[in-house]
């Protein structure tokens, strides 16, 4: 089996040294590594070029700044010979095993895609909450998401494709902005087969600022929007598939508007619900700190309730705006890094 890494990459000069690193020292290497540089204006030429001019990896720049992943993602994808595509970020290390887990994981033919396991670095309380989500999301949700064979979202810093069949029937359409969640909806409209592997691990980083949290989340949450009228239909398809995706929205829909309802209806009893959420929150959070052997993470809950709020806000904001107005803004937002060291 032969592995490519598509890797696209815009102003990436404080991270992309690691990210490369990360990728020529797997145990299983890659046959193949390949990155895009979006036309960027910072160092991240320059470090490509000194390992691109070592032949450890494939450079290609696009002819012009696309602003946009997936369009240099679909440019990257002309260069790739391998049997499989994996595809991660320039803000992202990959775990020393993760090329084997990968692999491990396409054994079954039938298998056509593979999300792996993101956890995010450490740098403050904001990655501290983005490091609870992703414990729960991966360890709860989605481990019973793959048991129900129906993963949500393969993680764009960690999914695997088979090439032949991503070129024929996934591919490219540049309409949404989460075009990891788009791909997942049209590997299920194929009734392709996805599972989940928890030891195919990246590293990603996160943001750091209250700003950068808010430009991601306002593009996760629309891009959800986006997705789910492109690709409603697909909850008739299947009773499970439309137990999730309601569950998903509805009680997304339903809780936001409590957040904010409550409080106008009865303060005492909002206070009561809050005491319960911060309650239940600490206690998943020991075992996230356990699971993940972070012990931060056992006090994850004080800043998480204050995200609460803000989280509410942005879900109801892209409501409104993609769901009700029917805005297709497409700009995405590249958050500012504080980079990765080398190891």
């Known amino acids: ?52 001019g070592e032949g450890l990896i494939i450079a290609k720049r696009t002819p012009q700044n696309t602003g946009n992943k997936s369009t240099a993602q679909e440019f990257g994808l002309q260069f ?33 895609a593979v999300a792996g396991h993101v956890k995010s670095l450490d740098y403050n309380w904001l990655t501290l909450c983005r490091a609870f989500d992703y414990v729960v999301g991966q360890h709860i ?38 075009e990891d969640l788009d791909f997942t909806y049209k590997l299920h409209w194929e009734n392709f087969k996805i599972i989940y592997n928890d030891k195919a691990i990246s590293y990603t980083e996160d943001p750091t600022t209250l700003s950068n949290y808010v430009n991601q989340i306002r593009r996760w949450f629309g891009g959800g929007w986006q997705n789910l009228i492109k690709h409603f239909d697909i909850a008739f398809t299947s009773p499970i598939r439309a137990f999730e995706l309601s569950l998903i929205y509805t009680e997304g829909l339903i809780f936001s508007l409590l957040v904010f309802i409550l409080p106008i209806i009865n303060i005492l009893f ?15 959070g020991i075992w996230a700190a356990w699971k993940e052997n972070r012990p931060m993470l056992a006090l994850v809950a004080f ?21 009700v107005f029917r805005n297709k803004d497409l700009i995405w937002f590249k958050p500012d890094r504080i980079g990765i060291n080398p190891q």
């Open 270 to 284: 909002t206070l009561w619900i809050l005491i319960i959420y911060f309650a239940v929150t600490s206690v998943f």
């Open 303 to 323: 800043p998480y309730v204050a995200l609460l709020y803000i989280n509410a806000y942005i879900y109801l904001e892209q409501f409104i705006k993609i769901v």
């Open 80 to 112: 790739v010979t391998g049997d499989v595509v994996v595809t991660t970020d320039a803000d992202t290390v990959l775990d020393s095993h993760f090329t084997e887990e990968i692999e491990r994981s396409f054994i079954s033919e039938e298998v056509v």
């Open 1 to 52: 089996m032969k592995l490519s890494l598509l890797v696209p990459c815009f102003n990436e000069e404080k991270s992309i040294q690691a990210c490369i690193q990360s990728c020529l020292s797997q145990v299983r290497k890659f046959d193949e590594i390949i990155f895009i540089d979006d036309c960027s204006t910072d160092g991240t030429s320059a470090i490509l070029a000194s390992y691109s």
């Open 141 to 178: 949700n989605k481990l019973a998401q793959s048991y129900v064979n129906y993963i949500f979202v393969m993680p764009g810093a960690a999914s695997a494709f088979r090439t032949e069949l991503f070129r024929k029937y996934i591919g490219f359409d540049h309409d949404t902005i989460t």
